[in-house]
T-cell receptor
Framework: LAKTTQPISMDSYEGQEVNITCSHN???????ITWYQQFPSQGPRFIIQ???TKVTNEVASLFIPADRKSSTLSLPRVSLSDTAVYYC?????????FGTGTKLQVIP | DAMVIQNPRYQVTQFGKPVTLSCSQT?????MYWYQQKSSQAPKLLFH???????NEADTPDNFQSRRPNTSFCFLDIRSPGLGDAAMYLC????????????FGSGTRLTVV
């Protein structure tokens, strides 16, 4: 069963850079890799996507190696407001399947 | 701002009493999705519409149905809610292929009493 795998939880102090890695089993050749952020009692929010190498936006950076079997979401200098669950869902045809996600707790 | 709007934000229904949750979008996206998210779990896809074409997930109970009368609106009908159906229900939209990600609404939290 095609799926993604990521750590269940991570803790980080404020101001540190946080890297969350996801493994992508059976990723299709033409699939983009996407990451979402979800705060309690809200819907997930799309934050970044990439196909290969590195992508950066105002929120995060995404690193994808040449074999595309994994990806790393990098959050620079996290703050308390970055405490959330981060998902790297599996993308199938016309649908996205969410795995367990990584619960990031930022500590003062 | 273009967005996905879900109403109501909170819904309380009685055990076995039909309930309808609604979702509207101003993004003009072709695809609309309904996810169920229970406490401390990941969102679980129930079904999606690609334009008027309905696609049900194999493990979605028959108790859950959906309607999409036009591009902007999509409804989730729960015919006979049970206690186990208490959850957050999330509506999302995307362009075909979802290449720029999905846009989610804020969700409707359903309580069954």
């Amino acid at each position: 069963l095609a799926k993604t795998t990521q750590p269940i939880s991570m803790d980080s102090y404020e101001g540190q850079e946080v890297n969350i890695t996801c493994s992508h089993n059976n990723i299709a050749t033409n699939d983009y890799i996407t990451w979402y952020q979800q705060f309690p009692s809200q819907g997930p929010r799309f934050i970044i996507q990439g196909y290969k190498t590195k992508v950066t936006n105002e929120v995060a950076s995404l690193f994808i190696p040449a074999d595309r079997k994994s990806s790393t979401l990098s959050l620079p200098r996290v703050s308390l407001s970055d405490t959330a669950v981060y998902y790297c869902p599996y993308r199938g045809y016309q649908k996205v399947t969410f795995g367990t996600g990584t619960k990031l707790q930022v500590i003062p | 701002d273009a967005m996905v709007i879900q109403n109501p934000r909170y819904q309380v229904t009685q055990f076995g009493k039909p309930v309808t949750l609604s979702c509207s979008q101003t993004l003009n996206h072709n695809v609309m999705y309904w996810y169920q998210q229970k406490s401390s779990q990941a969102p679980k896809l129930l079904f999606h519409y690609y334009d008027k074409d309905f696609n049900n997930e194999a493990d979605t109970p028959d108790n859950f149905q959906s309607r999409r009368p036009n591009t902007s609106f999509c409804f989730l009908d729960i015919r006979s809610p049970g206690l186990g159906d208490a959850a957050m229900y999330l509506c999302a939209t995307s362009r075909v292929g979802g290449r720029n990600g999905y846009t989610f609404g804020s969700g409707t939290r359903l309580t069954v009493v």
